[in-house]
């Protein structure tokens, strides 16, 4: 009896999957689903296509088919469909984009920029997340919502990682810098470019608190580590690693911040003055920093560490205010001295 009752439900519960699955609703859904998800792997491929063409890289079925992890044969179906849409060229084994398909993946491209940019600077949105997120926003902005973004936020030139943003019109510069790994030992660069893919190698750079503007001093360059200077800290990257950083080299004469201590720094009892805010500190965070008083001039006191050893109180200004020693480093300090007692 039990198993006749358990038979009977799930053939109920069958028929009314049935239903669901023919009803015009669930089917209208599943066919804009299936458009989405079609519209998202053309404009994934044209961006790849682009950045390929932007770096002088041939680009094949099998680079597609690697960067969108698809199947060969998906990759080959969708080739295809782009040579169809004549946004797409074959000469032998390399694609090429044809005018209008550099400036599908450029509208594209300008949207993913803007909305990095976005994140960075007018939210406290992780920057390890920031790639992610925009990746998924590309697809559903629409270009003069980009364009009223880029308005709001002042027409921005580059994203938060260095990368140019293309102009409404297309517009887009020629790679400058060079690889850090080009530097020796003692050569100092400004970062001009951090690669924000793999994921894997963007976050070791974002835990070395690496990137775009700031100044960096090569220490060692060998084929085992490159180990540079920045805002007062070492910093050890495998070679791998630091030939995702575009540096622009720097006479030593105009080296700035490479050689300063960070607040970070500070013994209790002891005072400095701010030079600047490291460029690796942005947005929201930056914005916290200044409003309390700490810009270029002020001068400030440790005057407690706690327990822990994290945080510490500071002096700035006449006002108490306790900073965690990651936000500390990002502050750029000169003429450090013992406080009279």
């Known amino acids: 009896m039990e198993l006749f009752v358990i038979i009977s439900v799930l053939l109920m519960l069958l028929v009314v999957g049935v239903a669901l699955l023919r009803s015009p609703r669930v089917f209208a859904r ?19 296509l682009h950045d390929f063409e932007y770096r002088g890289i041939p680009c094949t079925l099998e680079s597609i088919a690697g960067t969108l992890t698809i199947s060969s044969d998906d990759a080959a179906q969708l080739i295809k469909q782009l040579e169809a849409m ?55 902005i629409t270009l003069d919502e980009a364009d009223d973004l880029a308005r709001r936020l002042g027409e921005p030139v580059y994203d938060p990682h260095g990368d140019p943003i293309p102009t409404h019109a297309g517009a887009v510069p020629k790679p400058k810098g060079e690889s850090l790994t080009l530097l020796k030992a003692g050569e100092v660069g400004r970062i001009i470019h951090l690669e924000d893919e793999p994921e894997a190698v963007y976050a070791q750079l974002i835990a070395g608190g690496l990137a775009p503007g700031m100044q960096v001093r090569v220490i060692e360059n060998t084929s085992a580590k490159v180990v540079v200077e920045a805002a007062g800290n070492d910093v050890v990257l495998a070679p791998v690693v630091a030939a995702n950083v575009s540096v622009q080299p720097v006479k030593a004469k105009e080296a700035g911040e490479v050689s300063m201590e960070t607040l970070a720094s500070l013994e209790p009892g002891e005072s400095a003055t701010v030079v600047g805010v490291s460029a690796g500190l942005r947005g929201i965070q930056r914005r916290r920093l200044m409003d309390l008083g700490i810009v270029p001039g002020t001068h400030v006191s440790a005057e407690l560490r706690s327990p822990s050893g994290d945080p510490v109180a500071y002096n700035i200004r006449g006002a108490t205010i306790a900073l965690r020693r990651q936000q500390a480093a990002m502050v750029l300090i000169k003429e450090r001295k013992k406080v009279a007692a």
Do not use: C, M, N
């Open 30 to 48: 599943r066919r804009r689903s299936r458009r989405q998800s079609e519209r998202v792997l053309i404009e994934d491929a044209l961006k790849h």
């Open 86 to 140: 004549v946004l797409i060229t074959r000469e032998g084994r390399e694609l090429a984009l044809t005018p209008e398909g550099r400036s599908y993946a450029l509208r594209v491209i300008r949207i993913h920029r803007l909305w990095e940019r976005y994140l960075a600077d007018e939210t406290a949105v992780d920057e390890a997340h920031w790639h992610a997120e925009a990746e998924q926003k590309e697809h559903f």
